[in-house]
């Protein structure tokens, strides 16, 4: 084995590329979405390291091009995921025993390999596969899993140096065990660090995976799988099948040897998960982990002693990057109405410069949603405010689908701050404005927190530190990642770990040891160096 000093490691963040016109990795990054635009790739699941292929064969398309076909995926049965759940068992036991520094490893060398030889490769995936502009895509599938894969050693070392006292005669040691059974990794498609992160960081910690990525992001997991394994990821320690979610959870959901799941996607999803391992309780061998993120209606809230240029940057950034398909996403802000007429005329100026198109014309900062079904439901929002008396569209409000599935960014203005684009999460390039008197600020802080079950992301821009205290005080629960004057998007690994509460999930905060911690189950272990040799206590001798 390599020589490695796992407890002297320490972490970097990944540097951000630019992609400036004449610079190398623009030039790598062009020719690599050129040579996948050639290609129409054969993509298997992974089972025990050994590719598995059905019948079912399903087309891959950029949701920006909808007609060219850069792939097909197979889809899998119930058959598959026993499968996959015999191979993780199975590659369990080594796997476990294997040391720290042997794990980690192996994850660092995935992280090398996406900094240096597979990095294009990967943001081409994800910009194709996924719509992503170059800069989306480098911040997440480049940094973001890079970061991941390299701060969840220095987390791993952080927790096994967590260890009890010791008093003299006595050895106490905790041993930090991987959890028994397999782990259920369940990846949605907006984020390919996500999807990486969620099987990867539970195997760092000696978990055996069945991982099932979202079909829209099968593209670039598979590029995923393939760094995992040119890392040196032993076969069967994270298996991928691209299987029906009901299907999936039928067989998962009632083994006897699952032990947890990893979940990032839809608040309903995750609830029904929930229910159905509660109803199964009595089927496991141990009480299951549930981890996951889940939905946002991140708000923005600005009172009037705000930076307005600040406000109108973070709310088209926040709102609109990645075509509002982020969790994080600023959905509905809460405006003085004194201050929307200046705040409008930069918006105004912003949005007429923006561009939306292809990925491939690096020009364009807007590209398409996911795909047709979430092209038609945010679209929906979108053509009944047009005819509702409670919501007036300001920006935007057109969209087509005939070539790519395109949503230019919409500005609803709401008479109602209950209004349905104010408080259902809608997962695309729709921000939603109300306007408030500026004497009414802790007001509409309470509106603000008492409008959405969810609790993510929430922003506060202000100048008076008087008004931001009082919104971090009212808005204690409102949010799990908390931002003064910035945009409610774009947490970091080991800056801001991710994650909220209340409908947005179990706030295990990804980016952070308590993550981690999540995939062990610790075992103290107690060595007494002088037993006692009579049963009796001091206290039972007579007076």
């Not at 970097?12 to 979405?33: C, F, K, M, Q, T």
């Not at 801001?496 to 999930?505: E, H, L, N, V």
Request: glycine share 8%.
């Amino acid at each position: 084995m390599e020589t490695f000093d796992l407890e002297n490691y320490i972490a970097v963040n990944e540097s951000v590329y630019d992609y400036e016109p004449g610079s190398p990795e623009r030039a790598r990054l062009i020719e690599a979405i050129k040579d996948a635009r050639t290609k129409v790739l054969d993509i298997p699941m992974i089972i025990g390291g050994k590719a598995f292929k059905t019948d079912t064969k399903k087309k891959i398309s950029p949701p920006h091009d909808h007609q060219h076909v850069l792939g097909y995926f197979y889809e899998g049965s119930s058959d598959h995921v026993n499968k996959a759940i015999k191979s993780a068992m199975k590659a369990k036991e080594s796997w476990a025993i294997k040391s720290p520094e042997e794990r980690a490893l192996i994850f660092l060398k995935a992280a090398d390999l996406i900094s240096g030889p597979y990095r294009a490769k990967l943001n081409a995936a994800t910009m194709l596969g996924q719509s992503k502009n170059v800069y989306q895509a480098e911040i997440d599938s480049a940094c973001e899993m890079i970061d991941f894969l390299r701060f969840n050693v220095t987390f791993m070392q952080d927790i096994y140096k967590v260890q009890p006292f010791s008093p003299e005669g006595v050895k106490n040691h905790i041993e930090y065990r991987p959890l028994e059974g397999f782990v259920f990794a369940l990846t949605p498609f907006n984020f390919t660090a996500i999807a990486g992160n969620l099987p990867a960081a539970p195997a760092l910690m000696g978990n055996t995976v069945v991982w099932k990525p979202a079909h829209t992001q099968i593209y670039s997991a598979n590029v995923l799988m393939e760094i995992f394994r040119e890392a040196g990821l032993p076969d069967g320690v994270i298996n991928m099948i691209f299987v029906d979610g009901p299907v999936a959870g039928e067989v998962i959901f009632s083994h006897p040897d699952f032990g947890g799941i990893h979940f990032t996607g839809s608040t309903g999803v995750f609830q029904t998960i929930w229910k159905t391992i509660g109803q199964n309780i009595g089927k496991y061998k141990s009480y299951p982990r549930i981890v996951g993120e889940t939905g946002g209606k991140d708000f923005v809230i600005a009172h009037p002693s705000c930076n307005v240029k600040a406000l109108a940057t973070a709310l088209v950034r926040g709102a609109f990057e990645y075509q509002g398909q982020k969790c994080s996403a600023a959905s509905r802000a809460y405006i003085p109405a004194e201050m929307w007429p200046k705040v409008k005329e930069l918006m105004a100026k912003d949005l007429a410069e923006i561009k939306t198109g292809p990925v491939e014309d690096f020009t364009n900062l807007i590209n398409a949603v996911i795909d047709e079904k979430a092209f038609d439901k945010i679209t929906s929002y979108i053509t009944k405010a047009k005819k509702s008396d409670e919501a007036e569209i300001v920006f935007g409000g057109t969209f087509d689908k005939s070539k790519g599935y395109y949503i230019h960014p919409t500005v609803i203005l709401a008479k109602n701050p209950k209004y349905v684009t104010m408080c259902e999460e809608i997962f695309g390039p729709v921000l939603t404005i109300y306007l408030y008197e500026g004497s009414k600020y802790e007001e509409i802080l309470e509106t603000a927190n008492t409008t959405s079950p969810y609790a993510l992301t929430g922003a506060v821009f202000a100048e008076d530190k008087n008004a931001i205290n009082l919104a971090k005080k009212v808005l204690y629960n409102a949010a799990g990642n908390f931002y003064i004057n910035d945009k409610p998007t774009g947490a970091v690994v080991n800056q801001q770990p991710f994650g909220g509460a209340r409908a947005s999930g179990t706030n295990d905060k990804a980016g952070s040891m308590l993550n981690l911690v999540r995939w062990v189950s610790p075992r103290v272990i107690k060595e007494n160096f002088n037993p006692p040799m009579d049963y009796r206590y001091p206290f039972m001798d007579k007076d």
